[in-house]
């Protein structure tokens, strides 16, 4: 749906997507599955929030950890700021940047949220690990289509 509305369309086109259809098979497979989607799942939710669970119980310990995993992702977002020119925009000064870090810090802190209840409603790690590779691969997948395809 973002890719055919003209006010989100921009936020679709990011370089990161610019690339061939075997790369990004690559980038789905390798980058996102086993280098970003399992490490992370393995750290928040495995070691983490079994720690956590321990201490403080689900709920603490899922807001915790969820905080956590969005912190962990403020480094990358000012690293690929530059990368899409919807949010190069919004960022190009430190309010703007500053909004686009704590935008994504929360969007990840609730998707952290989503990892845990996964996480203890399965009892397992293959249940984040999977949506957690839904979520970003389908993001690439669906920016790729829409630099390829042409749809904004």
């Not at 509305?5 to 075997?22: C, E, K, M, V, Y």
């Not at 989607?37 to 669970?53: D, T």
């Amino acid at each position: 749906m973002a890719a055919v509305i003209p006010t989100t369309n921009g936020f679709l086109h990011d370089s990161r997507a610019q690339i061939s259809g075997s790369r990004l098979l690559y980038e789905l497979g390798v980058s996102i599955l086993l280098l970003t989607a399992i490490p992370e799942e393995f750290a928040f939710r495995g070691v983490l929030l079994g720690s956590a669970l321990r201490l403080w119980g689900p709920w603490r310990a899922s807001l915790i950890t969820s905080v956590l995993f969005g912190l962990w992702h403020i480094l990358p977002t000012l690293h690929t700021m530059k990368d899409n020119r919807a949010v190069a925009v919004a960022s190009a000064s430190i309010a703007g940047q500053s909004l686009v870090v704590a935008g994504s810090v929360a969007v990840t802190f609730v998707a952290g949220l989503i990892f845990c209840w996964l996480r203890l409603r399965s009892n397992s790690l293959i249940a984040p690990v999977m949506a957690h590779f839904a979520t970003n691969g389908l993001a690439l997948a669906v920016a790729w289509f829409t630099i390829h395809h042409r749809l904004g």
